[in-house]
T-cell receptor, first 117, second 111 residues
Framework: GESVGLHLPTLSVQEGDNSIINCAYSNSASDYFIWYKQESGKGPQFIIDIRSNMDKRQGQRVTVLLNKTVKHLSLQIAATQPGDSAVYFCAENPGGRLTGGGNKLTFGTGTQLKVEL | DAGVIQSPRHEVTEMGQEVTLRCKPISGHDYLFWYRQTMMRGLELLIYFNNNVPIDDSGMPEDRFSAKMPNASFSTLKIQPSEPRDSAVYFC?????????FGPGTRLTVT
């Protein structure tokens, strides 16, 4: 079946550097994508989302890029801080019929981001 | 707002016992979701409700699992009988118009 996958299971960066977390998806019908951050012992926390009619969206210190041609999603974190250390998940709404924020999300396996001081 | 509230935070039980997980969604949210997270399978959607009505339970692994939402402020996920392979972290999430807000999860261990 189609699924969302991540290229790198662990990413280590120096504090202050920029981080880039990548995600590949295979369902061309997916119309909505979300990045979540999960800290140890906590539930996933929404970071930023993007619809398939966009290729870039910016938030506070974060940017999501969507390349539909190669079915690739990335999360860029500027000036990475120790508090950014967590597991990051991408999720897609594969239904093709977007209702609000998407209900049947498919989550990737996650990338562990480690920020070194 | 206190966010999504789940109880208990940790549950240890013996195989064959009934387990009930509880969730209080954020007030005003009309969607509620139950997820399971394991190292092997990641985060999986089990079931979701809209206005207290179950919409899609295709992710529920088998008949041992059941979920109810008797009112807009409360939902339960029940496993009967529990098995060791049910050990996981179970998350509840709620949503109104956009993003899903997750609770802190219940870590279930079945011995």
């Amino acid at each position: 079946g189609e699924s969302v996958g991540l290229h790198l299971p662990t990413l280590s960066v120096q504090e202050g550097d920029n981080s880039i977390i990548n995600c590949a998806y295979s369902n061309s019908a997916s119309d909505y994508f979300i990045w979540y951050k999960q800290e140890s012992g906590k539930g996933p926390q929404f970071i930023i989302d993007i619809r398939s009619n966009m290729d870039k969206r910016q938030g506070q210190r974060v940017t999501v890029l969507l390349n539909k041609t190669v079915k690739h999603l990335s999360l860029q974190i500027a000036a990475t801080q120790p508090g950014d250390s967590a597991v990051y998940f991408c999720a897609e709404n594969p239904g093709g019929r977007l209702t609000g924020g998407g209900n049947k999300l498919t989550f990737g396996t996650g990338t562990q981001l480690k920020v070194e001081l | 707002d206190a966010g999504v509230i789940q109880s208990p935070r940790h549950e240890v039980t013996e195989m064959g016992q009934e387990v009930t997980l509880r969730c209080k969604p954020i007030s005003g949210h009309d969607y509620l979701f139950w997820y399971r997270q394991t190292m092997m399978r990641g985060l999986e959607l089990l079931i979701y409700f809209n206005n207290n009505v179950p919409i899609d339970d295709s992710g529920m692994p088998e008949d041992r699992f059941s979920a109810k939402m008797p009112n807009a402020s409360f939902s339960t996920l029940k496993i009967q009988p529990s098995e060791p392979r049910d050990s996981a972290v179970y998350f509840c999430a709620s949503r109104s118009s956009r993003e899903q807000y997750f609770g802190p999860g219940t870590r279930l261990t079945v011995t």
